[in-house]
């Protein structure tokens, strides 16, 4: 079965700083690979997601991430952080095959945002 | 347009309580999800539809939970006999397709305590 490990429980960043939020997945094949935000109250939101083709994804808000197959990672990045982006991020998998709908999340890593 | 609406937003129920969580999907949207989201942990799946037939249960952690979706539109999640564990939020999700491709958007969730 697949997994996906965030190891950052927890960032703090200072607004306008770059960001990368790590995302590290356990599967045997290529999987299907997506980022999550979910600020309070809100359900989550898609920022982009990775089938196949161009290593550097672009998503919203400014974010983009870059799967590396050799290293198993999907990790999330942003050049400039604007307070607004402070929330919680989630990286999920699904399988490839008939099964590719179903969502592997990671445990999250909040996001907090210095003025 | 709307998004995904979920009702009650915040329940309480008593140990042994029935509860049913209400999930009303984007109009027209075929798939329909749920996933339990632990107190700092990330979603994790529990059912999935495509109209009216569930295609996978496999992640119901017991026979308590139950899940219909009648008439291939809205949807609802029964716990029997409610327990400590199963306090959570729950998450609903649709998708206009039934492949990865296509983007689960969620609703705001329903959050269940159990005392």
């Known amino acids: 079965a697949q997994s996906v490990t965030q190891p950052d429980i927890h960032i703090t960043v200072s607004e306008g700083a770059s960001l990368e939020l790590r995302c590290n997945y356990s599967?045997?094949?290529?999987?299907?690979l997506f980022w999550y935000v979910q600020s309070p109250g809100q359900g989550l939101q898609l920022l982009l997601k990775y089938f196949s083709g161009d290593t550097l994804v672009q998503g919203i808000k400014g974010f983009e991430a870059e799967f590396k197959r050799s290293q198993s990672s999907f990790n999330l990045r942003k050049p400039s952080v604007h307070w607004s982006d402070a929330a919680e991020y989630f990286c999920a998998v699904a399988p490839g095959g008939g099964s590719n709908y179903k969502l592997t999340f990671g445990k999250g890593t909040l996001l907090t945002v210095n003025p | 347009g709307a998004g995904v609406s979920q009702s009650p937003r915040y329940k309480v129920a008593k140990r042994g309580q029935d509860v049913a969580l209400r999930c009303d999907p984007i109009?027209?949207?075929?798939?329909l999800f749920w996933y339990q989201q632990a107190l700092g942990q990330g979603p994790e799946f529990l059912t999935y539809?495509?109209?009216?037939?569930?295609?996978?249960k496999s992640g119901l952690p017991s026979d308590r939970f139950f899940a219909e979706r009648p008439e291939g539109s809205v949807s609802t999640l029964k716990i029997q006999r409610t327990q400590q564990e199963d306090s959570a939020v729950y998450l609903c999700?649709?998708?206009?397709?039934?492949?990865?491709?296509?983007?689960?958007?969620f609703g705001p969730g329903t959050r269940l305590t159990v005392t």
């Open positions: 109009s027209g949207h075929v798939s």
């Open positions: 599967y045997g094949a290529t999987p299907y």
């Open positions: 539809f495509q109209n009216e037939a569930q295609l996978d």
């Open positions: 999700a649709s998708s206009h397709r039934t492949v990865a491709s296509g983007e689960q958007y």
